[in-house]
């Protein structure tokens, strides 16, 4: 094997080590703080997730204010990680992200990735679908590319050392109500992040078989 190689699989092995590490925590060093410096670091790598036509209509508000958190308290039904993490991370998905597709494809064409007329033909045609898709199905799609950052986020934090909980417990129309969120945004989980003082517990799942099918689903 090469030093390439070798070096290939220590990174492949540790990423198969924070998948596997990753677990539920919900039990934080109240003590800990996570600098702003180190969180948008953190933000900014998992903005690297893929999303529908690349409009990363993720948002996120880090909570990390104690009276804030205090705040958040009862409207995640007192769920005791949102005071004792280091902040809480609420992932938002912005129905109107199509506002962004000119900054998003010109970037493209600045980079040297797309020639100008693809562009411009991809906002026009971006804009156009997106701003006219039924309700139910922007809010869909915003839910799914918040989904795809929420994971990526909790890998990168067990990365670096932190540890995190995601966590759909908590009352939407009251945490909107709250926290000012304006109604093009869908809130789409809340991730605790911290140290943990006691390991989350572990959890089974599934037998491979019972939730991978090779070419054709059963009929049951
Ligand atoms: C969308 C979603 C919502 C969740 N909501 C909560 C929650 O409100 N509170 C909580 O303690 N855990 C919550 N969890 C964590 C799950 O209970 C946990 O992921 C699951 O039991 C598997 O354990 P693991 O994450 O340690 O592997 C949520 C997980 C997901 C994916």
């Known amino acids: 094997m090469s030093n390439l190689q070798t070096l290939e699989k220590i990174e492949q092995q540790t990423f198969i080590d924070v998948v596997r590490e990753r677990r539920s925590v919900r039990q934080y060093d109240p003590t800990v703080r996570i600098s702003q410096e180190e969180m948008t670091e953190m ?12 409009l990363q209509p993720w948002r996120f508000l880090v909570i990390d204010q104690p009276e804030l958190k205090k705040k958040l308290l009862p409207i995640a039904y007192n769920q005791q990680q949102v005071v004792e993490a280091s902040a809480v991370i609420a992932v938002l998905g912005d129905v109107e992200s199509y506002e962004k597709a000119e900054k998003i494809y010109g970037q493209a064409v600045e980079a040297g990735f797309m020639p100008e007329d693809t562009a411009v033909s991809f906002i026009e045609r971006t804009v156009r679908t997106y701003s006219s898709l039924p309700p139910e199905a922007a809010r869909q799609i915003v839910s799914i590319d918040g989904g795809l950052i929420s994971m990526q986020l909790m890998l990168i934090a067990r990365s670096k050392g932190y540890d ?11 945490f909107v109500e709250a926290f000012g969120i304006g109604e093009k945004y869908v809130p789409v989980m809340l991730i605790a992040i911290g140290k943990a003082t006691k390991p989350g517990h572990p959890t089974t799942r599934l037998p491979i078989e019972d939730v991978a099918f090779f070419n054709e689903m059963p009929t049951k």
């Open 43 to 54: 933000l900014g790598l998992a903005t690297l997730a893929p999303s529908s036509s690349n």
């Open 164 to 174: 995190t909980v995601p966590m759909g417990g908590y009352d939407k129309a009251k």
